[in-house]
């Protein structure tokens, strides 16, 4: 018998003991293990164990309550959907996603690779770092992932099965809640106005009936349309990152829904990096960003039409003008989800630190009104936009009006 025969909340000593129990592959030193948690995430507990022969492993483990919020009751079993999913998303694009080493359904955990060598995104770009292979290799995993899970390539049945095995109701719940509702009306009274700006959000977001119209066409896409296996999630704090190498983790949002929902998270919080670095006035930050937002675009089209003509297996989805039309819906999608993505972190209970950290008051007013007006454009006119040149000129458009 084990404690870690019944469920309980780990301890950074549980988690020492823990990793000795499940991972013994490592050949642990069990005299110099030592265990700290790490990750600010809003929902589960992140823990690293190492030792003295440079050994590691993370040990993640799911609460039954978000952190963010004790009215958030969650199932669970998410930890289970997501150490699947990386197993999956490994074998659709190896080399970005971190190894599973094990998962415990008694204790809602998971073991898996540790990534020390990498950084938090977010963390790096607060610190205005450059990538220049981050485009290349974001959408490379964009693309094999997303298409890969779709009904044009696969068997139907197939695919049919895996919608069925990743159903995530609860964490769907939430995004439906703090994406597509609460940053439109604040019907539950928990969104994170910046004061400065509150008669700017009551007259761009609580009272535009248009838009309105726009984002509830959206939230039932979301909650119907089962088209690709997407992150769900995949924002700069879900992406480990060095010079060489691009990792995503945390896809405990994973489900079937519209693939462009991944496309624009990413394209949103690259547009919150450029805030940042606009205000610090760090130039050649943000011309980075800029090229970054155009070739993610580009380039994740361009590889998903690759792949879409090299793999496609339905006989109608082989159809010219059928292709075309598939791949300007997915345009449109991101386009739309960029702008629910830039809104929601803005206004709603889950602020991004790009935007929060921005010590000058009247600099952050200016980012944030500048995110808002290019959230609109991007939810309202999403059908217009074709390229990635498209987006950038969004944001620039935005600025223009938020100056004039």
């Not at 690759?306 to 075309?324: F, G, L, Q, S």
């Not at 993505?341 to 500048?370: F, H, P, Q, W, Y």
């Not at 454009?377 to 936009?385: G, L, Q, T, Y």
Request: proline share 2%; charged share 30%; aromatic share 10%.
């Amino acid at each position: 018998m084990s404690k870690f025969d019944t469920y309980f909340l780990m301890t950074t000593e549980d988690a020492v003991e823990y990793a000795k129990l499940k991972v013994p592959q490592m050949d642990w030193d069990a005299e110099s293990m030592e265990c700290k948690e790490i990750g600010d995430g809003n929902l589960n507990y992140v823990f690293k164990v190492t030792d003295g022969r440079n050994h590691s492993v993370i040990i993640k483990q799911a609460g039954g309550v978000a952190r963010i919020s004790e009215d958030m009751k969650l199932d669970t079993d998410r930890n289970r959907i997501e150490s699947e999913i990386l197993v999956l998303q490994g074998k659709l694009a190896p080399g970005y996603v971190p190894e599973i080493y094990f998962y415990d359904t008694v204790m809602s955990a998971c073991g898996m690779q540790d990534l020390s060598d990498h950084e938090i995104m977010r963390t790096a770009m607060l610190e205005h770092k450059i990538f220049p292979k981050f485009a290349d290799q974001i959408s490379t995993f964009m693309a094999q992932v997303l298409m890969g899970t779709t009904d044009v390539v696969m068997d139907h049945q197939e695919k049919k099965d895996l919608q069925r095995k990743f159903i995530n109701p609860e964490l769907c719940d939430i995004s439906e809640a703090l994406v597509y509702t609460e940053p439109y009306n604040d019907e539950m009274h928990r969104n994170n106005v910046f004061d400065p700006i509150a008669d700017f959000v009551k007259e761009k977001l609580y009272e535009d009936e248009e838009l309105h119209c726009e984002v509830a066409k959206l939230k039932m896409d979301f909650m119907t349309r089962a088209q690709s296996l997407i992150h769900g999630d995949l924002h700069t704090g879900s992406i480990f990152i060095n010079e060489e190498s691009t990792m995503v983790f945390d896809p405990e949002f994973c489900f079937y829904g519209p693939m462009g929902y991944d496309i624009g998270n990413v394209i949103a919080n690259m547009i919150f990096a450029w805030a940042n670095g606009d205000v610090y006035g760090n130039s050649e930050f943000c011309a980075w960003v800029e090229e970054v937002i155009t070739d993610v675009v580009d380039l994740t089209m361009k590889k998903l039409r690759a792949y879409y003509e090299e793999h496609v297996t339905d006989t109608m989805c082989k159809n010219e003008a059928y292709k075309n039309y598939y791949m300007d819906t997915i345009l449109a999608d991101t386009s739309a989800v960029t702008g629910l993505e830039l809104i929601r972190r803005i206004v709603g209970m889950a602020n991004v630190k790009d935007i929060t950290s921005i010590e000058d008051k009247e600099k952050r007013a200016r980012a944030e009104k500048i995110c808002i007006i290019a959230a609109i454009d991007f939810i309202k006119n999403r059908e217009a936009k074709k390229c990635g040149k498209c987006f950038l000129n969004t944001l620039k458009d935005a600025i223009t009006a938020v100056d004039a």
